[in-house]
């Protein structure tokens, strides 16, 4: 079965310092993962995508996400955070027997105080 | 980049009414459109799939007499909710995709459902 896991609730980084919000993931076959951020009362706003290629995918906002085969891990990364970085981030994969669909981790609150 | 509109942002219903939520894809034509639902402090959950002119695929657990969802165009797909009740209160997030599945999904701003 497909799964996302994001192990923490909630991270919180001091303006201008680098932050990682953490995903790992399970599925069957080629993973195909994103990573979408949601402001409150909002939709979901596209990050990045890994489908195939370099590890390390540059995406909006300057966020990036490297992709770990061997450890099944997808982490978002920036190396420098905002306040206005501040929001509900959402790790999913899309991938295994049910293409198609995305499976989506819990979601990671992350607060960047200034 | 690809817009999707929600119609409407909210809405407060009596208990029993039907409710209507319509998601456009208002720059591009969406081959596949999604529903999902979010409880407050929570993860989306798919509540169906779309492809339009084809009936949808539910997931499981989701009552397809009570969630009608119809896909008349590629720009186009609507949520009714029947006969709502309290419990159906939530927020409603609808989402496109151009093309295969490990294309992007464009998602909607969400509508918010109250039910009295």
């Known amino acids: 079965a497909q799964s996302v896991a994001q192990p923490e609730d909630q991270v919180n980084v001091a303006e201008g310092n680098p932050l990682t919000v953490k995903c790992t993931y399970s599925v069957s076959g080629n993973p195909y993962l994103f990573w979408y951020v949601q402001y409150p009362n909002r939709g979901l706003q596209f990050l990045l995508k890994y489908i195939t290629g370099d590890n390390l995918v540059k995406g909006s906002y300057g966020f990036e996400a490297e992709f770990n085969k061997s450890q099944t891990s997808f982490h978002l990364k920036k190396p420098s955070a905002l306040v206005s970085d501040s929001a509900l981030y959402f790790c999913?994969?899309?991938?295994?027997?049910?293409?198609?669909?995305?499976?989506f981790g819990r979601g990671t609150q992350l607060t960047v105080w200034p | 980049g690809a817009v999707v509109s929600q119609h409407p942002s909210w809405v407060i219903c009596k208990s029993g009414t039907s409710v209507k939520i319509e998601c456009r894809s208002l720059?591009?034509?969406?081959?596949?459109m999604f529903w999902y639902r979010q409880f407050p402090k929570q993860s989306l959950m798919l509540m169906a799939t779309?492809?339009?002119?084809?009936?949808?695929?539910?997931e499981q657990g989701v009552e397809k007499d009570k969630f009608l969802i119809n896909h008349a165009s590629l720009t186009l797909s609507t949520l009714t909710v029947t006969s709502a009740h309290p419990e159906d209160s939530s927020f409603y997030i609808c989402?496109?995709?151009?093309?295969?599945?490990?294309?992007?999904?464009?998602f909607g701003p969400g509508t918010r459902l109250t039910v009295l």
């Open positions: 720059d591009f034509q969406a081959t596949t």
């Open positions: 779309s492809n339009e002119g084809s009936k949808a695929t539910y």
């Open positions: 989402s496109a995709r151009i093309g295969t599945y490990y294309n992007e999904q464009f």
């Open positions: 999913a994969v899309a991938g295994g027997s049910t293409l198609g669909r995305l499976y």
